[in-house]
């Protein structure tokens, strides 16, 4: 199960940090990622790291603004948003998969996150 949390209002030049907590799988075993899904728009890839959070990606339109890290310990993920724009208003999930490297599509995860809201008010 992953509980995602840390969504809410923010003006845009804000931050937000978003984290998720895994229970009842083997946490250091999946790569985690966040998605997310704005109001009539697909779900898309944000960033992920690997098990071992050694390696990461991040969408194009996130770049140098959002940082993804993960606590194996703790078995949680975190999102930090930094520079946040009105574009970034949308539901972010967490989501894991069970594999080596990294994913950018969400076909390869297994595991998903009921989902936290972010909005950035112009």
């Known amino acids: 199960q992953l509980q995602a949390s840390g969504g809410g209002l923010v003006q845009a030049g804000g931050s937000l940090r978003l984290s998720c907590a895994a229970s009842?799988?083997?946490?250091?075993?999946?790569?985690m990622g966040w998605f997310r899904q704005a109001p009539g728009k697909e779900r898309e890839f944000v960033a992920v790291?690997?098990?071992?959070?050694?390696?990461?990606d991040y969408a194009d339109s996130v770049k140098g603004r959002f940082t993804i890290s993960r606590d194996n310990a703790k078995n949680t993920v975190s999102l930090q948003m930094n520079s946040l724009k009105p574009e970034d208003t949308a539901v972010y999930y967490c989501?894991?998969?069970?594999?080596?490297?990294?994913?950018?599509?969400?076909?390869?995860?297994?595991?998903w996150g009921q989902g936290t809201l972010v909005t950035v008010s112009s």
């Open positions: 790291i690997s098990r071992s959070g050694g390696g990461t």
């Open positions: 009842g799988l083997p946490f250091s075993s999946y790569a």
């Open positions: 989501a894991g998969a069970p594999i080596l490297g990294i994913a950018t599509t969400n076909r390869r995860y297994e595991y």
